[in-house]
């Protein structure tokens, strides 16, 4: 094949995944402003909805695989069937982030817009538009960019998959390119990574530069989070309505009244079912408790009473341990290089946006791409397949560490270099009582995720192929590991679905396990920390 038809061809072959892509993130956005703002308005689905996105952005999508090719393939037969089942899996990678920032940005709202919508009696619509998405906008628009990084991350292995005997693949798509790349030469491969940089970099130029300004712009005209601004919008908004009606004076003499009594009759109100959610959460502490406990003898019952069960239980105890050592170890490595370079890039670098568009590029180029380069060039070393995973990992993870770091201390106060420079503090001092302590929010969410997308790439990582999941050109392979075994059990089909579902099972409580004990007393302590 010529360098003009190959060029061709993988442009074709890319416009068709970038307009996936964009399918997908349209749909992420839309699930996650309803997701995200219905569990920050309701209390009783947030407590519901946010163990279930922690758990879901942890397991590895294409666990996905085979409740999505049975659901897609029956409904829509063909190739209809094939890309609605792709964009879902894309979309399930791209979800979650976006749901927590939504549901961030709405937690954070003063009492004072969501009263002001009580008493006026706002509609859905009007709330939304008037209130919540002007406060979520610009973390969305912040978010999507990292689940575009993350959606192109499995872009490869969600074009192409097999499970059991039946393999599905989509006509058109670099994941389907990238398969049979390899086998053209290294002349052809390279090309395709240099087209796929090309489109990486116009999109961030020409569709998320842009609306990144746009939405600094949209920040700076909507409302903002203040007494004086929500009066302003809100209540004037209110008011042009009013004076539209005959009652316009009427409404001028008694708003100012109504307004102050209606906001402290609804503060009280709020008070006093905040006193008596608080007097039965003991309470419904000791029944989940209960429950739990009770889960937990049922699901050990099944497990010794069932010799099927068990079977599997006894593969996926040493996949899972030595998975969750791979992550630990990478982690480990990330945390060695991200906490001195995002402290350089604070608190010593002057080119610190440049450096951060440049990381942001470079983070959109998915490992799986790289991964056969990667391969060949570990090839001659010992413990070929450890090194591989070990890599994928690393590049999987380290960008949400440093993007988390990055994020948090923007909004660090000037006071805090300026002690620094007027003070000369330097050395350890510096890094013990100003860099750690500066960082240490940003890096505990970036820990968060990074594992999470660590957990993710390890179904790639520790097991990987050229032709699909069940494919014999393996390009990567581990001993054992729980990414390697839900691919192998993917592979074997409806037989392999019991294995798949007992793995999943321990990741889950492994997750909860992690959380309960690490991430949520990190935060306590880093709550005493700036609480003082």
Known sequence: MDFLALLMLLVIDTSASWVRMFAALGLSILISVLVGIYAATHPRAEKLILPVVDILQTIP?????????????AILPGYIGINAAVIFLIVTSMLWNIILAVYESIKTLPLEFIEISEIYRFDRWTRLKKIYFPACFPRIVEQSILSWSIGLFYLVTSEIFSTGNASYKVVYGIGVAFTALPALGVGAYLLGILVFIAFVVATRFLFFRPLENYAIRYTRTEPKITKRRYENILVGWISNRVQK??????????????????????????????ASMEQTKNYWKIVYRIIFIAAVIGVVYIFLSNPTVLGYELQVLPALGASLVRIWVAFAVMLAITIPLCIYLTFRSRQSSKYMLL?????????TILLPAIAVVLSNYNFHGELVAFVIFVLSGIWYVVFSIIASTRTL?????????????????????????AILPGL???????????????????????????????????????GKLLDLSLAQGPQGLGLMAVALLNLVVVILLINTFVWKRLYKQVSKIYGG
């Not at 004076?249 to 100012?256: E, T």
């Not at 906001?263 to 079912?273: A, D, M």
């Not at 590029?361 to 490992?367: C, M, Q, T, V, Y």
């Not at 660590?454 to 032709?467: D, G, M």
């Open 413 to 437: 106060p000037q006071s805090i270099f300026e002690v620094q420079k007027i003070f000369g503090v330097k050395g350890t001092n510096a890094w013990k009582n100003i860099y750690l302590k």
């Open 359 to 367: 990381f942001q590029i470079i983070a959109s180029i998915p490992a």
């Open 444 to 482: 505990i969410t970036g820990a968060m995720t990074g594992i999470a997308a660590e957990w993710n790439a390890s179904i790639v990582a520790e097991y990987f192929t050229t032709s699909g999941i069940s494919g014999s050109n393996v390009i990567s392979s581990v001993g054992t590991g729980l």
């Open 245 to 274: 009606t005959p009652a316009a004076i009427l409404y001028k003499s008694v708003r100012d009244r109504t307004l102050r009594g209606g906001v402290e009759s609804h503060i009280q109100r709020r008070r006093h079912i905040a």
């Open 61 to 73: 999508i294409l666990a996905f695989f085979p409740f999505a090719i049975l659901i897609f393939i």
